[in-house]
């Protein structure tokens, strides 16, 4: 299977080709675009063979496993692939059309495709240790596109961005090599197989602790989340929503990876702790957003506030609590990368983030308005949107597996995101500017051309939001497929093992 290559391979060639016309950064600029969007055809591709086929693996140079590297695709895997490709083109089609001139200088496009072989890597990696390999090819790019602007603000976000996340690798690795220590091998499906064979589960759970540790750092899970809004507000727009869409979604799916496949030998006290974590998650993240005035500062603390959702869901561990956090986490990863989209856009027409220097925007721009509060509703959970359907299969979740308080809580959250929501378009849409506050809108904002141009990336992934509301019963059967297999995951194991485990 070819196709489970091209994902990497691609991105990857498309950064050194991009390296090798550094001083043309027009060229560089659909290079990176063509890179991004081939990748996306590979992905919907393979998406579509998974579906139908199963989950399929290549052992790379020959090596059969556990002892070569092998790269493997599920359901949760090709649908994460789709829905984080799909985002990689919005937002590169965004940064075509803002053209930030001092990023491109620093290596903006090669920077963006080093971090999606990261995450594409992450996705369909099948050892631990090119996971962690995959995490610090993420780190690096994103610490490098974090501090590009070099202000003040970039640097500090940069660097507690980086310090917590360091922390986090740390943890990984000491967790790799414990595992290593326990069973011998850093393959998932044969630790899977190695770890159920366990006469002592002990040590397999306080081992997952570690890992519960480093991924929960890298989700922004509590009580590992305050490097995120400390950082996520400070880069160019463009690359605040790609961080916002994917870094920590993928903490999220190595939370779900390692704790349906690896670490499920005492699932009353793992499960029950990401649960705890997932509640405490969803209450920190809301509670820090209700004061903020900053736009990007609210739908930072909204990212905290929405992993705790995925991870309630994964934690209950029935199929339709999985498949509701993995259709959440779609959505979420949609619904969220768009309203930082728009909040670029809000910043170049009024040249401020903040909500009392900015307004009025429904009567200049009533059709970008539309959009915003389409992505802004269904984050809030409102019908028909994808966010309804999300906290719909989640609430269901809970009642079925008698958990009233956690429901009562999700549906709490959900009534303030919805505030905060109403808040931003009440403010920077509806009202008037404030008396005696000057709008100074950033260059490109007098040109049609620009704003509109910025918008589409925007439509499309409000489109996105709209189809999965009212295609929910679809979306939500491919995710129930990928909870069965996460549930069972006999599949996945005979995919790189053959036959013989």
């Not at 631990?128 to 994103?142: H, K």
């Not at 309630?312 to 990863?333: D, K, R, S």
């Amino acid at each position: 299977m070819n196709l489970l290559v091209l994902p990497i391979i691609i991105p990857l060639l498309a950064a050194a080709v991009c390296l090798l016309f550094w001083k043309t950064p027009a060229l560089q600029r659909w290079i990176s675009f063509s890179g991004t969007f081939l990748s996306f055809i590979s992905i919907c591709i393979l998406f579509w063979h998974v579906v139908n086929y199963g989950p399929v693996a290549i052992h790379i140079g020959g090596w059969q496993a556990p002892i070569g590297i092998n790269l493997v695709a599920d359901a949760l895997a090709v649908i994460m692939l789709l829905v984080c490709s799909l985002v990689g083109v919005c937002v590169h089609l965004y940064s075509i059309f803002t053209r930030n001139e001092t990023l491109e200088k620093f290596g903006h496009h090669p920077l963006l495709q080093t971090l999606l072989v990261g995450v594409y890597g992450s996705f369909l990696t099948g050892d631990i240790f090119n996971l962690y390999v995959s995490f610090e090819i993420m780190l690096i790019s994103s610490f490098a596109l974090l501090s590009a602007a070099n202000g003040k603000l970039q640097i500090e976000g940069a660097f507690k961005y980086m310090a917590l996340n360091l922390f986090g690798s740390f943890m990984f690795l000491a967790g790799i090599g414990i595992l290593y220590g326990m069973a011998g091998t850093v393959n998932m499906a044969d630790l899977a197989v190695k770890m159920s064979a366990l006469d002592d589960p002990s040590m397999a759970t306080a081992t997952g602790m570690l890992f519960l540790v480093a991924f929960g750092l890298k989700a922004a899970a509590f009580p590992f989340f305050s490097w995120l809004p400390a950082s996520y507000h400070t880069p160019p727009s463009a690359i605040s929503a790609i961080f916002a869409g994917l870094l920590t979604k993928v903490g999220v799916y190595t939370v779900m990876r390692f704790f349906s496949l690896i670490f499920v030998q005492n699932i009353g006290f793992t499960h029950e702790l990401i649960v705890v974590m997932g509640v405490l998650t969803m209450i920190a993240g809301i509670i820090g957003a209700v004061g903020q005035y900053d736009i990007r500062k609210i739908l930072s603390f909204h990212i905290v506030s929405q992993i705790g959702y995925m991870l309630i869901g994964f934690g209950m561990w029935t199929e339709i609590a999985i498949a509701g956090a993995i259709f959440y986490l779609v959505h979420n990863i949609i619904a969220k990368t768009n309203l930082f989209l728009a909040a670029g856009v809000i910043n170049r027409l009024q040249g401020s983030y903040h909500l009392d220097y900015v307004g009025g925007i429904y009567r200049q721009r009533p059709y970008f308005s539309i959009l915003f509060l389409i992505s802004a509703l269904g984050l809030a959970g409102i019908p028909p949107l994808s966010g309804f359907f999300a906290k719909i299969f989640l609430i269901k979740a809970g009642l079925l597996d008698g958990r009233p308080i956690v429901v009562f809580l999700m549906v709490f959250v959900g009534l303030f995101t919805l505030i905060s929501m109403i808040k931003i378009f009440e403010k920077a849409f509806w009202k008037p500017v404030k008396e005696g506050v000057e709008i100074q809108p950033l260059p490109g904002a007098d040109n049609p051309s620009v704003i509109n141009s910025m918008m589409i990336p925007i439509g499309i992934l409000a489109v996105v939001v709209v189809l999965m509301g009212f295609g929910a019963p679809i979306v939500f059967e491919l995710c129930k497929l990928a909870a069965s297999q996460m549930l069972d995951p006999s599949a996945y194991i005979h995919a790189v093992l053959g036959g013989g485990f």
